[in-house]
C-alpha cells in the first residue's frame, strides 16, 4: 500500500496519524507541506478525493490568517484555493492519500479507513 500525509510534525494530531500509520507496517511518503507548499493542483485533487464540496472544507478557519485575509466571508472558490496555496498554515492537518482517496486524521483514526483496504 502506498500512502503520501501531509505532514506538520509539530502537530500532535499529525504525529499520532503518522503513528498509527507505521504501526500498520506501512512507511508512508512524507510530505512536510509547510516546507514544500502545496500547488492549487495538488489542493483541487485532494479535495476531489475528500470529496469535500468546497475548498473551506479543508480550511483551517480558527487561524489568524484566515481573518487576515477576511476569507470567511470570500465566496470564490479559486481564491480560497490560492490563499492555501500562498498560505499552507491554512490547510487541514494532517491529510493522508493512497491512490484512490484521501482523509483528514482528525481524529488520527481517521486513517484506519485507509489502512483497510
Excluded: W
Excluded at 505532514?7 to 499520532?16: I, T
Amino acid at each position: 500500500m502506498s500512502l503520501t500525509i501531509y505532514h506538520n510534525p509539530r502537530c500532535s494530531k499529525s504525529r499520532q496519524t503518522l503513528e498509527i500509520i507505521r504501526a500498520a507496517g506501512i512507511e508512508p511518503k512524507i510530505h512536510l507541506y509547510l516546507e514544500n507548499p502545496l500547488s492549487r493542483e495538488d489542493i483541487t485533487r485532494l479535495l476531489g478525493k475528500l470529496r469535500y464540496e468546497q475548498p473551506r472544507m479543508l480550511m483551517r478557519t480558527g487561524e489568524a490568517v484566515y481573518r487576515e485575509l477576511n476569507l470567511k466571508s470570500e465566496n470564490d472558490e479559486m481564491r480560497l484555493i490560492d490563499s492555501m496555496v500562498s498560505h499552507p498554515k491554512l490547510i487541514e492537518r494532517p491529510i493522508v492519500e493512497d491512490n484512490l482517496r484521501a482523509i483528514v486524521g482528525r481524529p488520527p483514526e481517521n486513517v484506519q479507513n485507509l489502512l483497510k483496504t
